[in-house]
């Protein structure tokens, strides 16, 4: 198993642009979320899905989109980067939707706004 | 409004000598309880967690770490570090019921090892 991949692993983007950041699981895992980690914050949630078809929102969603058509890619929207949303993100995954499931995560992109 | 926190943000300690790494949270009831470590360049892997039970849990890489309900904590310790333990930790949260896998993390203690 590759577990939970992310592309690309870098990015550079001008503000106003728009980009997706790819995630996938090949562990037939049902719940799948991003998180973004900025120094000194953690990493805090910003949108999550418990099954193909089903997305909900996370702690800090502005400015980003999801959708998950199948159970293994879960890619994030950027529709207009601003600096505010320079970060590394990561996708994670889990087998069940409850709390005490373990999350495994992906290597994460480094993304930049300039 | 749940939260964790991680009082240190920098350790730095000198291989073979012990470790402990804070963590306290603020939640409505006692939640499940993670540690996770971030090595430089990489994502997160998962070194151990609470449900319920013994409060001394253990974990992979050597660690363990104790629940205290009373202090609302959740230390990490090891009682010997290694240079390659050098990394960030992440103590973290996640909802008893009710709620999705939605973790809440704290801000991270980031490890440094001397030789």
């Known amino acids: 198993n590759a577990g939970v991949t992310q592309t690309p692993k870098f990015q550079v983007l001008k503000t106003g642009q728009s980009m997706t950041l790819q995630c996938a699981q090949d562990?037939?895992?049902?719940?799948m979320s991003w998180y973004r980690q900025d120094p000194g914050m953690g990493l805090r949630l910003i949108h999550y899905?418990?099954?193909?078809?089903?997305?909900d929102q996370g702690e800090v969603p502005n400015g980003y989109n999801v959708s998950r058509s199948t159970t293994e890619d879960f890619p994030l929207r950027l529709l207009s980067a601003a600096p505010s949303q320079t970060s590394v993100y990561f996708c994670?995954?889990?087998?069940?939707?409850?709390?005490?499931?373990?999350?495994?995560f992906g290597p994460g992109t480094r993304l930049t706004v300039l | 409004a749940q939260s964790v926190t991680q009082p240190d943000i920098h350790i730095t300690v000198s291989e073979g000598a012990s470790l402990e790494l804070r963590c306290n949270y603020s939640?409505?009831?006692?939640?499940?309880l993670f540690w996770y470590v971030q090595s430089p360049g990489q994502g997160l892997q998962l070194l151990l967690k609470?449900?319920?039970?013994?409060?001394l849990v253990q974990g992979i890489k050597g660690f363990e770490a104790e629940f205290k309900r009373s202090q609302s904590s959740f230390n990490l310790r090891k009682p010997s570090v290694h240079w390659s333990d050098a990394a960030e930790y992440f103590c973290?949260?996640?909802?008893?019921?009710?709620?999705?896998?939605?973790?809440?993390f704290g801000a991270g203690t980031r490890l440094a090892v001397h030789p």
């Open positions: 994670a995954s889990s087998v069940g939707l409850a709390g005490y499931n373990e999350q495994f």
């Open positions: 562990m037939n895992h049902e719940y």
């Open positions: 899905s418990v099954g193909a078809g089903i997305t």
């Open positions: 939640y409505g009831a006692t939640p499940y």
């Open positions: 609470y449900f319920s039970g013994d409060t």
């Open positions: 973290a949260v996640g909802p008893l019921s009710g709620g999705y896998n939605k973790l809440i």
